[in-house]
Structures are given as C-alpha cells and as structure tokens.
C-alpha cells in the first residue's frame, strides 16, 4: 500500500477531499519525523511507537580496500508495533 492508497482509503471511508486528506497525511508524518529528529519518541496507543534508537560506535570492515573503519555512533528511527496490531496481523492468516 502506498501514500496514495492510503489518502484513496481515508477520503473514501470519511468523505473528506483527497487534497486535504492528503494534507492531513503530509502534516502526520512531517510531525513524526520532527519529534524523531529532535530525539522524541512518538506513541499512539493502540497502534505503535516511533522511537529513535541509539547504534554504538563500532568497527567494521571495507572488503574492496581490506581496510578498517570505524562507523561512529549514531541515532536511528525505528517503529514498535503495539501488542494488539501485532495480534490482529498473525491472526489475519
């Protein structure tokens, strides 16, 4: 499913216009990526939570070159699915 999918879903189910649900989608996902990059974590109970998860600085190697490298620690995005989204998907078989 994609972004368009999804503002076709939401338009249909509400009656809302297209642009603004498309807005409304847009406004969304600006807010999540926002409180990740200011190192927020977002919950929204019943479906998940973005959170923003620390890698440590490791070493690792450069196959091509047969070098070292040192990969520095750094924040990723991640998302954890809520216990009853994670029901509903395995029971959906």
Known sequence: MTKADIVNEIAKSTGVEK??????????MDSIKDSLTSNNN????????????????????NISKNTTITIPEHNIPAFKPSKTFVAKVKESK
């Open 42 to 61: 977002v919950y929204l109970r019943g479906f998940g939570s973005f959170i923003v998860k620390k890698r440590a600085q490791k070493v690792a190697r």
């Open 19 to 28: 642009v603004q649900v498309q807005k409304i989608v847009e406004s969304f």
